[in-house]
């Protein structure tokens, strides 16, 4: 399709990549981009990272099919309750897609998020260090990914 300039108008649709470990400041991320991807006629894909290393504590292990299964599906069922938080349990818009990768969660949203138009973090999830003013993941967000990064901050204390 031209406008009337002759200039032809992009046929892809524009993509925005967020995402959710499941905590309060990932969840804010999530209306955040959501709203976004909305107003800009967005794809959004909603990612949540699992790796062994992190749940070596738990009993994880690698050499176990089952494990990688177990916890694939684990961290997309966190994605997926994310999700529904947000928009309850009705039909989910075609343009929302979920995603659950293995790898650290900075690695797999720097990966995620190439070429997209954006990449959205929340600034403090399930990781400790709570003293941080920016989180472990979102700082490596900002300083590695290829396209610009949203870093969603918390409420602030007592706004509930």
């Known amino acids: ?63 176990w099919p089952q494990d990688a299964d177990h916890l694939s599906a684990d961290a997309r ?18 343009w929302l897609r979920i995603h659950a990768d293995q790898g650290t969660p900075a690695l797999v949203l720097t990966e995620r998020s190439r070429g997209a138009d954006l990449l959205v973090v929340g600034s403090r999830g399930r990781g400790g260090f709570s003293k941080l003013l920016l989180g472990s993941v979102s700082s490596a967000c900002v300083q590695h990914a290829t396209c610009p990064v949203v870093v969603v901050p918390p409420d602030p204390p007592g706004s509930d």
């Open 77 to 94: 069922s966190v994605a997926d309750a994310s999700v529904s938080a947000l928009l309850g349990d009705g039909a989910r818009p075609d």
């Open 1 to 63: 399709m031209t406008d009337a300039m002759g200039d032809s108008e992009p046929t892809s649709r524009h993509r925005i990549v967020v995402g959710t470990d499941g905590s309060a400041g990932a969840q804010k991320a999530l209306r955040w981009a959501y709203a976004q991807a909305e107003l800009q006629g967005a794809d959004l894909d909603v990612v949540a990272a699992w790796d062994f290393v992190a749940k070596w504590v738990t009993g994880g292990n690698p050499e």
